[in-house]
């Protein structure tokens, strides 16, 4: 019989963590639970040790750590390990027992433990496309040194994944490819009157037409700064350049991403929107397996809409492509203002147009500088976060 999958998954609590535990259930005799984290979400997690019954366990705090204890006391499971702070996120990741890790923290958190699990020579499952955009080149150098296998669980880049040849060396020119074609949905105000996105709540903001997801992602969707930090992700992920990408809109969500080639053929990954086809496959990774998603029925397909984005519209992917082409720490400060941003909205704080003009104003007000390893890049990531913030509390 196989030796099982020993997992880790960094944000378990999250929408991607229940997803990927939903997955791992049907497979039982493939995976065990390693690890299980969580920020702040106890209950929910001491559910979930239950269920999956890992070693260990990392919560955010003291005092979490201590509320997760007399649960998993009373729950009679005080054998599980528990585990608080940021270094033990890095510990369970590079842990010898652990062979892959999802990288499901959202934001700027989840890098230093994105960033042990493939030091450590891991198969990364990432889903923390913040962590790519903020190190890009360290991240990718790391892999690299290491050996660690990276597979992307972003929907958008999974699919690309899947649509490039086996053998894709990651050296841009070869293998015949013309572009790479990123699909987003355009979220729920693609056909709102620009003039009155000032009136827009977060509740409506968060309300995706397609996907499920956490709170700060589905912002991201609405203002389209998703997709630009998707076409960063795709930059180092698959080493192509920014005039490479294209972003196309398409309302649907079926067809996931596509890479076209020279020859005139496109290849197209699709199926019904939900994570856990992703996730299986980068779980599964080369072999497929089940996932509980239906597979999609052509028949009730209303038709697939694409069209161009328009950067009046969404200010947020023009400035993520100029952020990508100006390089060195541009991506930084852009993830790193858009994640305060993005908070003070959901804390009604500011309006949801607001949301590019401190990003936009943040990028201007710090001069990029060359990111050549850890320390820079999160002294760029504190500084970001301050400016961004005395504009917001100004
Ligand atoms: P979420 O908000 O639902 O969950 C976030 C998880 O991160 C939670 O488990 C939370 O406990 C943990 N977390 C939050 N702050 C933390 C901190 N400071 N320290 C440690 N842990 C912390 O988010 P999500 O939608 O699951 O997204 C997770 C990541 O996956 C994001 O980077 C997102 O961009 C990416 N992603 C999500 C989807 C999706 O469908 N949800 C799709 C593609 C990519
Ligand atoms: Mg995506």
Known sequence: ?????????????????VSTLDVVARHPDRYGVFALTAHSQVKKLAEQCAL????????????????????????????????FGPEALCQVASANECDSVMAAIVGAAGLPASLAAARAGKKVLLANKEALVMSGQIFIDTIRESGAAILPIDSEHNAIFQCLPDHYNRVPGQHGIHKILLTASGGPFLHRDVATLDDVTPEQAIAHPNWVMGRKISVDSATMMNKGLE???????????????????????????????????????????????PIAYGLAYPERMDSGVAPLDFLKLKGLHFEAPDFQRFPCLK????????????????????????????????????????????????????TLDLETILACDVEARSIAEAMISS
């Open 1 to 17: 019989m196989q030796k099982k999958q020993q997992l880790c998954i960094l944000g378990a609590t999250g929408s991607i963590g």
């Open 52 to 83: 999956f019954l890992p070693k260990v366990a990392v919560v955010g705090t003291a005092k979490a750590a201590n509320e997760l204890a007399a649960l998993l006391k009373e729950m009679q499971l005080s054998h599980i390990d528990i585990l």
């Open 231 to 277: 076409v960063i992700e795709a930059h180092w992920l698959f080493a192509a350049p920014a005039d490479q990408i294209e972003v196309l809109i398409h309302p649907q969500s079926v067809v996931h991403s596509m890479v076209s080639y020279v020859d005139g053929s496109v290849m197209a990954q699709m199926g019904n929107p939900d994570m856990r086809t």
């Open 319 to 370: 400035l993520a492509y100029d952020a990508l082409r100006a390089g060195k720490s541009a991506a930084t400060i852009l993830n790193a203002s858009n994640e305060v941003a993005v908070q003070a909205f959901l804390d009604k704080r500011i309006g949801f147009r607001m949301i590019n003009q401190i990003i936009q104003r943040t990028l201007e007000k710090m001069p990029a500088v060359h």
